[in-house]
């Protein structure tokens, strides 16, 4: 079965500092997607970033980036140059055929 | 629409009351998902469409969940005899082709209470 595991409830960082989330999982699966989502307040969730497990090459988006440990089944975000605005849920999940699978988020509170 | 809207808002509930949630997603959106949030929670599966085909319904938590999406656009995820462990944020998504890479857009959830 599907897993999706943030042992990081809470997290914290000083503006403009950088920070890393941490996300395992669990699959049987040779060929699925790794993403994180960012659920602000308004309850919104927003695409923050994708990985195909199929690519070595660690997927970034600007100030994110990930580091994707295939064999180890370990998928962690990290933010860089933080800033007030991503204050919210970030939440790691991971999609094999249909279905998307959540972990249990972190909260990131980015402290001025 | 612009993105995924979801109505309504916010629901209070009676328990036993019966309960429609409505997602309308974004046009042309091949795939339709509904996702329940406890507080404090992930979002926890519920079910999947593909069209108007329901491809995968293992998450409903009981048989008084219901979801259906008649004419591959619009779908309400109705709920009978209500309990109070079903409050929670109902979140619907939607994408464009349902390949699996592919990008959810999400609304901004039905929360539900039930008293």
Not at chain 1, 66 to 90: E, H
Not at chain 2, 55 to 78: I, M
Request: some cysteine; hydrophobic content about 35%; glycine content about 8%.
């Amino acid at each position: 079965a599907q897993t999706v595991t943030q042992s990081q409830p809470e997290m914290s960082v000083q503006e403009a500092e950088t920070v890393t989330l941490s996300c395992t999982y669990d699959t049987s699966e040779n060929n699925y997607y790794l993403f994180w989502y960012k659920q602000p307040p308004s309850r919104q969730m927003i695409l923050v970033i994708r990985q195909e497990a199929y690519k070595q090459q660690n997927a970034t988006e600007n100030r994110f980036s990930v580091n994707f440990q295939k064999a180890a089944k370990s998928f962690s975000l990290k933010i860089s140059d933080s800033q007030l605005g991503d204050t919210a849920m970030y939440f790691c999940a991971l999609r094999e055929g249909g279905k998307l699978i959540f972990g249990q988020g972190t909260e990131l509170s980015v402290k001025p | 629409g612009a993105g995924v809207s979801q109505s309504p808002r916010y629901k209070v509930a009676k328990r036993g009351q019966d309960v429609a949630l409505r997602c309308d997603p974004i046009s042309g959106h091949v795939s339709l998902f509904w996702y329940q949030q406890a507080l404090g929670q992930g979002p926890e599966f519920l079910t999947y469409f593909q069209n108007e085909a329901q491809l995968d319904k293992s998450g409903l938590p009981s048989d008084r969940f219901f979801a259906e999406r008649p004419e591959g656009s619009v779908s309400t995820l109705k709920i009978q005899r209500t309990q109070q462990e079903d409050s929670a944020v109902y979140l619907c998504a939607s994408s464009f082709l349902g390949r699996t890479n592919e990008k959810l857009f999400f609304g901004s959830g039905t929360q539900l209470s039930v008293l």
